[in-house]
């Protein structure tokens, strides 16, 4: 199957500080890519779509200006979480879908390894 | 408001026997319900997809239902082996999806 790279696995910071993490498509093109973010125990909460070369959606109650997001090419968008609180500790995960297969009517997500976030 | 809805609680069973998991949901009519596997500390995998007007989908070991006037799908895995320890995810959608909070399966030897 298609995968998907997430980088870093595990990031540590300072309250403050901002933090990017990266999500890249490695063998497909993919318009579109996913943010989710999840708590212990609990779903996956989609956070924004990023689009290819145009400005991500967010969802009802993601702060735009806290969650940055840039989808500069069809492999790559990058999540930068900007002046990082404790409460912003989480699994932040990444997917992404595969345009020439979603023509064909394959709509799976394949998602990224996620990133563990803690912020001190 | 749309719901999905998977037994919060862990599903024990022992190795071998069919394990079946539950995701049921409202105010939806999908066109798709995907069933997602995922360990501890990484993102889901993708596991089966299935259509509206499927009411079954099998792949290897695992089965998967689609009752949509229950509005109801169920995931089997047959013979199963303590490496089919993980929580199970279903999700609804077609370019986004939504994903119930998943139920985990532990296998014992």
């Known amino acids: 199957g298609a995968v998907v790279s997430q980088h870093p696995s595990r990031v540590i910071c300072k309250s403050g500080t901002s933090v990017k993490i990266e999500c890249r498509s490695l063998?497909?093109?993919?318009?579109?890519m996913f943010w989710y973010r999840q708590f212990p125990k609990q779903s996956l909460m989609l956070m924004a779509t990023s689009n290819e070369g145009s400005k991500a959606t967010y969802e009802q109650g993601v702060e735009k200006d806290k969650f940055l997001i840039n989808h500069a090419s069809l492999t790559l968008s990058t999540l930068t979480v900007t002046s990082a609180h404790p409460e912003d500790s989480s699994f932040y995960i990444c997917?992404?879908?595969?345009?020439?297969?979603?023509?064909?009517?394959?709509?799976?997500?394949?998602f990224g390894q996620g990133t563990r976030l803690t912020v001190v | 408001s749309q719901k999905i809805e998977q037994n919060s609680e862990a599903l024990n069973i022992q190795e071998g026997k069919t394990a079946t998991l539950t995701c049921n949901y409202t105010?939806?009519?999908?066109?798709?319900l995907q069933w997602y596997r995922q360990d501890p500390g990484r993102g889901p995998v993708f596991l089966l997809l299935?259509?509206?007007?499927?009411k079954e989908k099998r792949k290897e070991r695992l089965k998967v239902t689609f009752d949509t006037t229950l509005k109801q799908s169920l995931f089997h895995i047959t013979a199963s082996q303590p490496a089919d320890s993980a929580t199970y995810l279903c999700?609804?959608?077609?370019?986004?999806?939504?994903f119930g909070k998943g139920t985990m399966l532990l296998v014992s030897p």
């Open positions: 299935i259509r509206e007007n499927e």
């Open positions: 063998d497909f093109q993919a318009t579109t």
């Open positions: 999700a609804l959608g077609d370019s986004t999806l939504t």
């Open positions: 997917s992404a879908r595969d345009i020439v297969r979603a023509g064909a009517g394959d709509t799976e997500a394949f």
């Open positions: 105010n939806y009519s999908p066109a798709y």
